[in-house]
T-cell receptor
Framework: DGGITQSPKYLFRKEGQNVTLSCEQN?????MYWYRQDPGQGLRLIYY???????QKGDIAEGYSVSREKKESFPLTVTSAQKNPTAFYLC????????????FGPGTRLTVT | RKEVEQDPGPFNVPEGATVAFNCTYS??????FFWYRQDCRKEPKLLMS???SGNEDGRFTAQLNRASQYISLLIRDSKLSDSATYLC??????????FGTGTRLKVLA
């Protein structure tokens, strides 16, 4: 089955620790995205990548980092510099950077205390 | 003015009712539009694309009004399983995806 997987589903960390969220897709999509969703708010773009070894900052990239070494994988690191890291993190992919629908993974719910 | 605006609801409707939501957008150059459905604590799932000529899929109809800059989603014969949050997505000419904050629908038995 083609799709996007994210792991883990729930993640708990102490303040000051970096944490990496996994995102893998087997849809052969070129573009991948990371969003965060907070209660009562829309999705906000953190980073996106149109092609392997290339990525751009989204609207709220501060305190986050990404890599795109393989087409299938786009991990997100939440660093200790991110002031409010507790949120629902969603990874998505699309055929390309263009007017294509995005498909989402099941999300990772991160809680930092 | 926000780039994309939706009435947050909730819209409480009885089973079998017809309900419609609108989503307004500010960038007149916007090219592509989608409706997604998001269940509580789950990821958004694509419901349908919105074409200039409209789009119908079973009980769901999506329409685009470029003159007034909004898209709409109509749900006929509402089912309990339609209860969810409906997100609109607008892609301006820059190909950045702009998500609305969603409209919450509750279908009541």
């Amino acid at each position: 089955d083609g799709g996007i997987t994210q792991s883990p589903k729930y993640l708990f960390r102490k303040e000051g620790q970096n944490v990496t969220l996994s995102c893998e897709q087997n849809l052969n999509h070129d573009a991948m995205y990371w969003y965060r969703q907070d209660p009562g708010q829309g999705l906000r773009l953190i980073y996106y990548s149109q092609i392997v070894n290339d990525f751009q900052k989204g609207d709220i990239a501060e305190g986050y980092s990404v890599s795109r070494e393989k087409k299938e994988s786009f991990p997100l690191t939440v660093t200790s510099a991110q002031k409010n890291p507790t949120a629902f993190y969603l990874c998505a992919s699309s055929l390309g950077q263009g007017p294509y629908e995005q498909y989402f993974g099941p999300g990772t719910r991160l809680t930092v205390t | 003015r926000k780039e994309v605006e939706q009435d947050p609801g909730p819209f409480n409707v009885p089973e079998g009712a017809t309900v419609a939501f609108n989503c307004t957008y500010s960038n007149s150059a916007s090219q592509s539009f989608f409706w997604y459905r998001q269940d509580c604590r789950k990821e958004p799932k694509l419901l349908m694309s919105v074409y200039s000529s409209g789009n119908e899929d079973g009980r769901f109809t999506a329409q685009l009004n470029r003159a007034s800059q909004y898209i709409s989603l109509l749900i006929r014969d509402s089912k309990l399983s339609d209860s969810a949050t409906y997100l609109c997505v607008v892609i301006p000419g820059t190909y950045k995806y702009i998500f609305g904050t969603g409209t919450r629908l509750k279908v009541l038995a």
